[in-house]
């Protein structure tokens, strides 16, 4: 069963994310406080490589915390594959992240992810090469000690014929320093 996400959806979840950061911002009014103190950074590093195939991702993102419960961040994405006589891929985007810990343990997430992906197809198979923008909503939990969280998410908007992931299931593992 697919979850129908249309343009209000995504509009009424941005007012949602931007409330609950005016709200956050209002409870410290009286506090001076340093931006740079309440960012920060993390990311993602992948390689895999087999028999023919080679698969390298670099993923930056960077949180602002609003206070012990609430982190709003961004991060970006670049990914390439190749599969020796198959296809060569590139996958390039950003992302939008919300991080919200009811308690110090548990941490839930919301992420909007936008890709490009360019798939090239090796000109023996007669398959057309493609280009297109595939977007994720993925909504996640986890376990946190620290700057560590450990969970799994899952993406509402999954697409099996498009999706660069193999499953809308994903586990996941964040650190931010």
């Not at 909007?112 to 909504?139: C, H, K, T």
Request: without cysteine; proline residues 4%.
């Amino acid at each position: 069963m697919r979850f129908p996400l249309n343009k209000n959806h995504f509009i009424y979840l941005l007012i949602v994310s931007f409330s609950l950061t005016a709200s956050a911002q209002l409870q410290n009014v009286s506090a001076p406080t340093d931006f740079w103190s309440h960012v920060r950074f993390g990311g993602g590093i992948g390689l895999s490589f087999g028999d023919g195939f080679f698969s390298g991702t670099l993923a930056p993102s960077a949180i602002y915390d609003f206070n012990d419960q609430v982190s709003l961040g961004v991060g970006l994405n670049g990914t390439y594959n190749k599969r020796k006589d198959f296809y060569k891929s590139t996958v390039f985007g950003g992302s939008l992240i919300g991080l919200f810990n009811p308690i110090q343990e548990i941490q839930l997430s919301a992420e909007f992810e936008e890709l490009n992906v360019s798939r090239n197809w090796d000109d023996n198979l007669g398959i057309a090469d493609e280009n297109y923008w595939y977007p994720a909503l993925f909504l996640g939990a986890g376990y946190r000690m620290r700057n560590v969280a450990v969970g799994i998410r899952y993406d509402v908007l999954y697409d099996k014929d498009k999706s660069i992931y193999a499953d809308p299931w994903a586990p996941f593992v964040r650190v931010y320093f």
